[in-house]
Nanobody, 118 residues
Framework: QVQLVESGGGLVQPGGSLRLSCVAS????????MYWYRQPPGKERELVAA????????NYANSVRGRFTISRDNAKNTVYLQMNSLKPEDTAVYYC???????????WGQGTQVTVSS
């Protein structure tokens, strides 16, 4: 059974930093692309960042490029999202995601709340 458990969210002031973690189980983590999404209040869920399995290639939403860094530690089955220079518009529930065999299913964690406010 696929499980994704996010942690690391919280309340932070504008300009601050947070590091999110997502611990995965139930699949071969090292062979899967991992994604971070977020859903601001009242808005659609959006892709934030992704990291591939083999080469560790990354991509980012334009809104976070240069501020956020996605990384992974395959030995720990964990994907991270380092968030720097946080802005109020970064406030959202952040989710990690992977996709099952043949892209049949998307698997989501429960999410972790990030609130950027003074």
């Amino acid at each position: 059974q696929v499980q994704l458990v996010e942690s690391g969210g919280g309340l932070v002031q504008p300009g601050g930093s947070l590091r999110l973690s997502c611990v995965a189980s139930g699949f071969t983590f090292s062979s899967r692309t991992m994604y971070w999404y977020r859903q601001p209040p009242g808005k659609e869920r959006e892709l934030v960042a992704a990291i591939t399995s083999v080469a560790g290639n990354t991509n980012y939403a334009n809104s976070v490029r240069g501020r956020f860094t996605i990384s992974r530690d395959n030995a720990k089955n964990t994907v991270y999202l380092q968030m720097n220079s946080l802005k109020p518009e970064d406030t959202a529930v952040y989710y990690c995601k992977t996709v099952g065999d043949y892209g049949r299913y998307a698997y989501w964690g429960q999410g972790t709340q990030v609130t950027v406010s003074s």
